[in-house]
């Protein structure tokens, strides 16, 4: 998480709020079972979730126009979640991003914060603490 405070959540002000049905939260992580539990998760929160093993496949589906919010592991083969980012920012499709880790060290966690993520979860991810970030990514904020 970053020094700022998350917001309060969705679910403590009555439930989430779905953005525009276009919008989607891209899930890029390279373990299937943190992948599957995130977009279970985002799912229940009420949005519409579509998840990647990879950001080359996140990539190649062309959503990054469509993307509310980037849910993505820094630590990926080939290209890891920093350097998504950047391409994103770089072809003018970022969408606001958080990052989850299971492996946080500080020089990671400044390096991800810097390519301008919204913050970075550790993992294993507290559910309250993504419904959080989500909402804040989807409402624009």
Do not use: N
């Not at 950001?55 to 469509?66: C, K, M, N």
């Not at 592991?73 to 994103?88: S, V």
């Not at 880790?101 to 500080?106: G, V």
Request: hydrophobic share 50%.
């Amino acid at each position: 998480m970053t020094a700022s405070d998350p917001p309060a959540s969705a679910a403590a002000r009555g439930g989430p709020v779905a953005a525009a049905p276009e919008a989607i939260v891209a899930i890029v992580d390279d373990d299937p079972f943190v992948r599957a539990a995130t977009g279970s998760l985002v799912r229940a929160f009420g949005w519409a979730a579509h998840t990647f093993a990879s950001a080359e496949d996140y990539l190649a589906a062309g959503l990054a126009p469509r993307t509310a919010c980037l849910v993505c592991d820094i630590q990926m083969d080939r290209l890891d979640g920093i350097g998504l980012l950047a391409r994103l920012q770089r072809d003018g499709v970022a969408p606001p991003t958080l990052f989850i880790t299971a492996l946080t060290s500080e020089t990671v966690r400044r390096r991800a914060l810097g390519q301008g993520a919204l913050c970075v979860i550790d993992k294993p991810i507290d559910a309250a603490e993504l419904e959080e970030w989500v909402q804040r990514a989807m409402s624009g904020g």
